[in-house]
């Protein structure tokens, strides 16, 4: 059986030949742009990227993920350009070299979803903070994304300022996206801190009104950064150069801010 | 010993299962076309033996000599394997018809469709096997299983035929039909070594050799 | 259950108008579990033969692993895929991450310790002897291993079958090296994960019913096939 383990050997060989050929069309060309969920699933990009692609012939790959690991795929070299909603992160990204610099593209809102009793009474509150702590003293149940995302970093940043250390049984990190850590939200009764964009999208399927919106610190910037071909030789420059320049283009600022949900705007260009 | 022309000869063969000698032969001439009953008990050794000649089973030292050649196992042990064809005690049929379980081997040979399919009949016939060519092998009696198997050996004519205990558990008709099968095939010119724990001369054997403990008696 | 009878509905809506969007992605998800159960069986049962039949140090060991691995969290597989096939990896230079390639390589890892668990389960089944009557009887290795596939067909189809529902189903490697992209890497379950996030369950139900389907149309076809052979002894 000694033969056997040659023959074995073999087929690995032809196993990753057949692998590699199938593979290769690891197309070039290609702009890989990553990016939250909330830009993806309310619809936006969908409006955006066949707009670009189709005017320059430069197909686009969007890999929607959280605000953490885009942006970890941007250090990685795995992706050639970013648009993320994390302005600290995003700036540690261009500091930090793996990223050439950050414009700033739009902005939307964070607000606070809740049951519709409202038992920590935050309905009309004009800043988030002030919300927090109320939930935090009142027991109410709250959801947090607890993965690193955007609005989970934008939440931690809000806990700090207010110095307040969540934990208990009425905190409950789910660790999933905004969707359905709103659906989780839903079924528990819980508050819960949310872009106002997925919300919306949801809205029809929940019972979980917003109680706190157009807060003072509720803005929510997205910028723009394309990875540093100094650090990651085989990044598309061009393609990312080109799709930055068009992102800050009158029309695309026409799209963004024409894209309604349920007849709402959602996102606002930054002039 | 015997006039008959040597075919193999084996030498200082010993094998070894899970750190057990199980096999330890000082030396082993196979002539041509003679009968042999290689007779012990249970656990003595015979189906290793059996095995070591059909090339099935390599040992963990020994020398092999064909045509006065002396050779390293792994040269001998083509020649065994293109010159011998071993049966087990319970032969292995393949879940196809008795026809086809005759037809394979002889299908890796150069044969035309017509003069493989004329061979497979003419050697069905020899076994009384005819009336259940299309039958599934997996069907078959206890002794029309081992009758298919002698066949599907026989059409192949293998210069040297190992059977492993061939009448064991078989009801008397089938032994008796088995038995002159055997004898047949015996007298056809190509040596056959018969392992069995019974009496060696229900066999007429041209010569009985005993082993005991891996180990031949003389 | 308002919510789930209409659902259910426009799922079936969706589906015989012929929805582009989900036949597509239907269609990725078919191609990339079809290559990659094509290019990792031979390997598979090179192997099952290996561990069934070889005689060698570790072989115990390594049936001991190979068993212990069907188990294997496809996450994990993504996640250490990632790592060797992201651009800072190892294997960075192979460009294939985000690709089908990377998800063919994902699913074949995930379906090769199956595959050889339930081959080599259906080898041991057919005594040594088996084997010893093809090589004796003049049959080469590929020759005898050809045999002995076609006495264990049934074994090997199923093993085929379950090894297509592991990775057809699978989410979490494909969605971590694959990227969930449009049109390119998103596959039924990636798909599903993302419709249930956005909370448009019709979308996902009408997924999930195409691998239902299709899972129970496998299972039908080999029961029929074996059920044929059964009645023919």
Known sequence: MIHSLRFLLFSLAITLTLVMASANHAADGILRLATTTSTENSGLLAKLVPQFSDSRDIPVHVIAVGTGRALNHARNGDVDVVLVHAKNAELDLVNSGFGIERYEVMYNEFVIAGPETDPAEISGLSNLGTAFEKIANSGALFVSRGDDSGTHKKERQIWDEVDIEPNGDWYKEVGLGMGRSLQIADELRAYILTDKGTWLALKRKLSLPVHVQGASDGRNDYGIIAVNPEKHSHVNIEAAEQFIDWIQSDEAKAVISGHKVEGEQLFYVIE | ?218 | MDGLIGASAEALRLLFTGDREIWEIVAISFSVSFRAILYIVPLAILSAFALAYGNFPGRRVLITIVNALVALPAVVVGLLLYMLLSSSGPFGGWRLLFTQGAMIIGQMILAFPLLVAMIHVSLQGVDLSAWQTARTLGASIFRAMFTIMREVRFGLIAAIVAGFGRVVSEVGCSIMVGGNILHHTRNIPTAIALETSKGEFEQGIALGAVLITLALALNFAVATVRGRDMARH
């Not at chain 2, 004329?118 to 092998?137: F, P, T």
């Not at chain 2, 066999?203 to 403990?213: F, T």
């Open chain 2, 1 to 218: 010993m015997s006039n008959l022309p040597e075919f193999i000869t084996i030498q200082n063969v010993q094998k070894y299962i899970s750190n057990r000698m199980v096999l330890d032969i000082d030396e082993l001439v196979v002539y041509q076309s003679e009968c042999v009953v290689v007779h012990g008990p249970n656990g003595s050794g015979k189906s290793t033996l059996l095995k070591i000649l059909a090339g099935l089973m390599t040992p963990d030292s020994g020398v092999a000599t064909t045509n006065g050649v002396v050779r390293p196992w792994r040269q001998a042990i083509r020649e065994f394997r293109a010159n011998a064809v071993y049966l087990h005690q319970t032969p292995y049929l393949f879940d196809r018809s008795v026809e086809d379980n005759i037809a394979y081997g002889l299908r890796f040979r150069n044969r035309s469709q017509s003069v493989l399919f004329s061979e497979v009949q003419s050697a069905m016939e020899w076994a009384g096997l005819s009336h259940l060519a299309k039958r599934n092998a997996r069907d078959l009696s206890g002794g029309e299983k081992q009758r298919v198997a002698l066949t599907r050996a026989r059409i192949l004519e293998p210069k040297l035929l190992l059977l492993d205990e061939p009448t064991a558990a078989m009801d008397r008709k089938s032994r008796k039909q088995t038995f002159s099968l055997i004898r047949d095939l015996a007298s056809g010119g190509n040596a056959v070594y018969i392992a069995t724990h019974e009496a060696a001369d229900l066999y007429q054997p041209d010569r009985v050799i005993q082993l005991d403990y891996g180990k031949l008696v003389v």
